[in-house]
């Protein structure tokens, strides 16, 4: 009896068609980035300026506290997370003048000209407990007041929402509305 060779497959093109294929999608899909949370931190202190002159005045400060129930509370008054975005458009634009709510600062904008600029800035403070989807939707909120606010200047100066201004009208929204959200270290409020 004759032995019969079993016949094969050339493999060898194989490898190489996986490899191109591999290229293709490699090149042809899109990565997404995560860019995470836009914060601003303050900038430091001066070495030779005094620990006085570093206090912010407390009336140019909201805290906005989530507790491990998921309750928030926005200065010293509970409220819902819907009612949020309202309360922090009133406390950064202070429409009435009120001593309570942040001063403004006539400050010269580049292209611009003086505008009275917001000294109003927001503590955002939570529990270790609280849950993601509570952080987020504050962090929403307060996004969202920011962005509502910056609309409102370009429709009010240039007829046009942020998004669709030059890059310098942009830049001059956000010197003019400034986004100055503070995160303060997740407290474990159970723990003691």
């Known amino acids: 009896m004759s032995k019969r060779k079993t016949p094969s497959l050339n493999t060898q093109s194989t490898a190489d068609i996986a490899f191109l294929l591999l290229c293709y999608f490699l090149m042809v899909s899109t990565m997404d980035?995560?860019?995470g949370l836009q914060r601003r931190l303050p900038p430091m202190p001066d070495q030779n300026q005094k620990a006085?002159?570093?206090k912010v005045n407390r009336?140019?400060?909201i805290v906005v506290k989530i507790n491990s129930a998921?309750?928030?509370?926005?200065?010293?008054?509970p409220i819902d997370v819907s009612q949020l975005k309202d309360k922090?458009?009133?406390f950064l634009t202070n429409p009435a003048d009120d001593p309570n709510l942040p001063a403004r600062e006539d400050t010269e904008i580049e292209g611009f000209?003086?505008?009275?600029?917001?000294?109003?800035?927001?503590?955002?403070q939570n529990d270790r407990?609280?849950?993601y989807r509570a952080y987020i939707a504050v962090q929403n909120e307060l996004v969202k007041a920011v962005n509502e606010?910056?609309?409102?200047?370009?429709?009010q100066h240039w007829g046009k929402p942020y998004v669709a201004l030059t890059e310098d009208q942009q830049t001059i929204v956000k010197k003019a509305i400034p986004q100055n959200i503070s995160e303060a270290e997740p407290k474990d409020v159970n723990s003691k």
């Open 33 to 35: 980035q995560n860019n």
């Open 70 to 77: 998921d309750r928030l509370l926005a200065g010293n008054a």
């Open 52 to 54: 006085e002159d570093q």
């Open 113 to 124: 000209g003086t505008y009275p600029v917001s000294k109003g800035v927001i503590s955002l």
């Open 149 to 155: 606010l910056r609309d409102e200047f370009g429709r």
């Open 88 to 90: 922090i458009k009133e």
């Open 59 to 61: 009336r140019n400060i």
């Open 129 to 131: 407990g609280t849950s």
